[in-house]
């Protein structure tokens, strides 16, 4: 963009609209956009309100290097460092995948599943926890919390950002959330959305292997697992091979490495009654409803298709005690 002395809102953003197509960058007036904004500090609809506003300076300067990392095919939420989320503002940065709004079905399904636990729970749940035993009390004293009747449980594995654990946390005021990854700096990430979005003393964040971590049987498990086979990373678009966390893609080399091995793992970690939601690639969803038919026979299993009308949802109802 904008090498000349003065510029415009509407020049500058011709100017970079025009940079960002001649490197190949797919939506370029909208990211030019979306980065002025941001460096303005203004909402987009402000943009096209004041279109003669004339950029200072620093401002030109800090578009300039937005837009050289933009063309280098960083993507945006990186290079702002916020990515919303069911209706909530995360930050974001090259520590974590961006949220991907997909993965908004999956919330929406761990929500209506737990509005139907809420009914249930209660003294039910209270039976069954007990059934744990020591080493499940044990585990909750080491948390500083007491599995309350009528409060529900849910875990939430591969975390990443935090995303899902706290769009839960914040719809569901009444739950725990124990929120699994196994790389240390995601988690940190995750902790800042918590601390943001004002639910740090409500999600537990806990770095390890899959549900290896949660210290007790919860009644909701959310799992948005890495799922590309490993042969099909070399495809995708340079801004996430080249940016994006290989540890938050790669799914092995039929892409359900990790599905597979936590469907193996889920049973114990879910109360009677219990459910298990899990994002899957698109193509995914008779391998893995005939994964989760082998690990839990006896359970509701329903695949559900994103608005693109691929695989997207796998839920896995368990029956109740
Ligand atoms: C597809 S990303 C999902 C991130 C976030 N939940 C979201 O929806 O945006 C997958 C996450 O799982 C984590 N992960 C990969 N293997 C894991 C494992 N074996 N146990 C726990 N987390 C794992 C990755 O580090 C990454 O953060």
């Known amino acids: 963009m904008a090498r000349s002395e003065t510029a415009t809102v509407r020049s500058a953003l011709d100017e970079a609209a025009a940079a960002l197509a001649a490197s190949d960058i797919p939506s370029p007036s909208l990211d030019a956009e979306v980065l002025l904004a941001h460096i303005l500090g203004w909402n987009r609809a402000r943009l096209f309100a004041r279109p003669e506003y004339g950029l200072s300076k620093e401002q030109r300067q800090r578009f300039q290097a937005a837009l050289s990392r933009r063309r280098d095919h960083e993507p945006v939420a990186y290079i702002v460092g916020v990515r919303e989320f069911f209706g909530l503002e995360f930050f974001i ?21 737990a509005t139907a636990s809420r009914h249930r729970l209660g003294e039910a749940a209270t039976a069954s926890r007990h059934v744990l035993g020591e080493a499940a009390t044990a585990s909750r004293h080491r948390l500083g919390g007491t599995a309350t009747a009528g ?17 839960l946390t914040v719809s569901l005021p009444e739950a725990r959330v124990y929120a699994t990854d196994v790389s240390s700096p995601a988690l940190e990430v995750a902790a800042l959305n918590c601390q943001r979005h004002g639910v740090a003393d409500r999600v537990h964040l806990l770095a390890g292997d899959l549900l290896e971590p949660v210290p007790e049987p919860v009644d909701i498990i959310a799992a948005n697992l890495p799922y590309i086979p490993a042969p099909d990373l070399a495809t995708l678009a340079p801004d996430v091979t080249q940016y994006e966390p290989l540890l938050a893609l790669d799914g092995g080399p039929d892409g359900l490495a990790q599905i597979s091995r936590f469907l193996e793992q889920a049973g114990r970690w879910l109360l009677p009654g219990g459910v298990a939601v899990l994002e899957i690639g698109a193509g995914q969803g008779v391998q893995v409803t005939d994964l989760a038919r082998r690990w839990f026979p006896a359970a509701r299993i329903d695949l559900f298709l994103d608005y693109a009308g691929l695989d997207r949802v796998v839920r896995i109802m368990t029956p109740g005690a």
Do not use: F, H, K, N
Request: proline share 5%; hydrophobic share 45%; aromatic share 0%.
């Open 151 to 167: 409060r529900i449980t849910l875990a939430d594995v591969g975390t990443g950002s935090g995303v899902v654990a706290v769009s």
């Open 93 to 113: 940065d090259r520590r974590v995948l961006i949220p991907r709004p997909e993965t908004e079905l999956l919330v929406e399904r761990v929500l209506e599943a």
